[in-house]
């Protein structure tokens, strides 16, 4: 063979057993395949379809046959404490369902690299999907093995992939205290919507943890072991998913002073009815602004506010309506609406939102506040540039 | 008598059994007595003594006979289900302590005031402070009433002081799942800071919520009811500690669509070791800034960042040590440090502090973007203007 990419099908193609999928997706890169949700379809459902969900895949997609997959629960030293079929999952302990929004941490990384450059996939608004998950409680599975609280060598779960380049498998963890915690539903899923998890999304069985950035939601979940550790997987370990400061660049990054890998998402929100450069026709005097906002850690959205002067004045949004979480476990999304009244006074404006969570968190308003290096969590205030168009009477 | 303030001691004072203060606190009411911490001293101490706790009170200070007291346990019909003595909760219940930040909602409001004028106390930056405080669970007090759940009758937790201008008592509420849930760590306490709690701090009992605004860690508490509704007091029900837009005027507000109470504070932080218009001597070529950062909803600190420059260039600040506190259970401030090279350049510049949380939230750049009407939750940059002084050597 010649190097460069291999055709489907070619047996040294470690892709090839990928699934096919809905050309409507917004590709990045087709090997490992990401891919956003299509942005402009997002506020018309409050739970995203499978097949527009959001793909991020670090490795090729594996191959599980559901007949012999097990997934192992394993003590601190890696010695197995039970191993469970996809049977015993759906037999031995009480399905349970949880609603979240999953985010990755690149959100909208697009824009932080447009002020300096960022490492990694340069993703616009649409790396997030929300969906209704069915499974069984971790704590029920660890609790099961005998664990059932914190202890020196009990103080993060991991969280193993299938997916693997034969030198390493994609992986994560919690903390203890989040796997325990009866209010933090994390969830060990085998349903998503109402049917099998489809192979892009974790087949047969994957981690949720609501609330949390989609990079610890471990995809056709293999093992889960506890340790005094955090996993030692790259995407735990490397600066993929911590936030540095924006003094530190390539150049001067320390690696042995490392920020706290991210668990939540701050509070963020965008506008997904228009698409930058986009244009709104004077003649309907108001323009009708769709979008979503979201905060992890279980916060939900109490506001959102909308502009459509650049900033200058806000309209609070019609936050549309949405299944009750409880408190605290407001893990899925808020969508929105606004009119706005249009000034015909620019033919440019920009289109603006920012939100406001339940602990009354603001959304940063310029993004070279928050700039870092792997291009992370920018939650700054999201801006649409729009032309207003005056059309002639005589067209 | 004729009408106006009336000496102290006269029995028509209804002030006339307040304890005595100590002068250095930061006096903005006497009556009823109103004071912050002296923001100089903040950084001193990671537990504020006593003595330099901030004081906000809606109402005279209570006189309570600690062998007469009783604390009552009441259903949502209004019927006692238990009545416990200052012994009773000393000896039927495990004790416990909780190290906890208390944070004003009104905290720097005098900023947000300087934009356009708010109602409240115009607060600087002293308005909150740290203890360490020892009493019950509430759950154990409520379990021990029969209260493990909620219900359809059980949604809210009411706590009703003993203060009271005889024809309200303050109060306030929080949701049933706080006041259960394990990790909330909502307490009733009866000592503050090892010692018993001051009179001007709740003696000889109050509630202290963790992670939740001052306002709900009712003092001189007499009454703990469950409820399906929230507290009537009109510390709940009013626009007291409600986020407005800004939009909403006193002209314009509407009373039947209020906002949600305010339960946690954002991130935020402060400078405490410099005053507006302080001087900082070019000599020394470095600066010493100290302050404080919290966020509410046991959310820890990761990270501040100063600024000499006024804003222009961010160092991060030593983060001090102190107690670790669990996940989500990070109920107490950071104090931090941080040493900056002095330009110059600029004989007048600003020292300017941000913080983030551990959910990655920020603080807002600019009050003006979360002015509002009761000038509330003021979490934006903490700007302090200074001078920077030249000295002539034949001085
Ligand atoms: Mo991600
Ligand atoms: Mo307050």
Same mark, same amino acid.
């Given at each position: 063979h010649e190097a460069g990419d291999l055709p489907s099908?070619?047996?040294?193609?470690?892709?090839?057993?990928d699934p096919t999928r809905l050309p409507a997706l917004k590709v990045l890169?087709?090997?490992p395949f990401n891919a956003e949700t299509p942005i402009e379809l997002?506020?018309?459902?409050?739970l995203t379809p499978n097949e527009l969900y959001y793909i991020r895949h670090h490795l090729p997609v594996p191959v599980v046959d559901p007949a012999t997959y097990k997934l192992t629960i394993e003590d601190s030293t890696g010695a197995t404490l039970a191993s469970l079929s996809l049977s015993d999952l759906k037999s031995k302990f009480d399905a349970h369902e949880v609603v979240t929004t999953m985010v990755c941490?690149?959100?909208?990384r697009g824009a932080l690299n447009d002020l300096a450059a960022v490492r990694g996939f340069k993703w616009g608004a649409g790396v997030l999907s929300t969906a209704k998950w069915k499974g069984v409680w971790l704590r029920d599975i660890l609790g099961s093995s005998g664990i059932r609280n914190e202890s020196d060598d009990i103080k993060h779960v991991w969280f193993t992939g299938l997916d693997t380049d034969f030198s390493q498998n994609y992986g994560g963890s919690i903390d203890i205290d989040r796997a325990l915690d009866?209010?933090?539903?994390v969830l060990i899923a085998y349903e998503m919507n109402g049917v099998e998890i489809p192979r892009d999304h974790g087949y047969p069985v994957r981690a949720i943890v609501p609330?949390?950035?989609?990079?610890?939601?471990?995809?056709?979940?293999g093992h889960i072991r506890v340790s005094?550790?955090? %996993?030692?997987a790259l995407w735990q370990q490397?600066?993929?998913?911590r936030m540095y400061p924006a003094e530190v660049t390539w150049e001067n990054i320390?690696?042995?002073e490392k920020p706290a890998p991210i668990e939540e998402w701050p509070v963020m929100s965008a506008i997904c009815s228009h698409a930058p450069g986009a244009e709104i026709y004077a003649v309907d005097e108001t323009v009708r602004v769709r979008g979503y906002a979201y905060s992890g850690g279980g916060r939900g959205i109490n506001r959102v506010d909308v502009s459509a002067d650049g900033g200058k004045t806000f309209t609070p949004a019609r936050l549309l309506p949405r299944p009750s979480q409880p408190r605290g476990r407001v893990w899925a999304w808020t969508l929105w609406e606004a009119e706005l009244p249009i000034s015909v006074a620019d033919s440019e404006t920009e289109l603006v939102c920012r939100a406001l969570d339940s602990s009354h968190n603001v959304q940063p308003e310029r993004p070279e506040t928050i700039w870092n290096l792997r291009g992370l969590?920018?939650? %700054?205030w999201h801006r649409v540039p729009v032309s207003i168009v005056v059309e002639d009477d005589d067209d």
């Open positions: 099908g070619d047996l040294d193609d470690p892709f090839r057993n890169k087709d090997k997002i506020p018309d459902n409050f941490g690149g959100n909208r009866p209010r933090a539903d609330g949390v950035l989609g990079a610890r939601s471990v995809k056709w979940l005094p550790d955090m %996993s030692p490397g600066p993929a998913y320390d690696q042995a969590l920018n939650n %700054s």
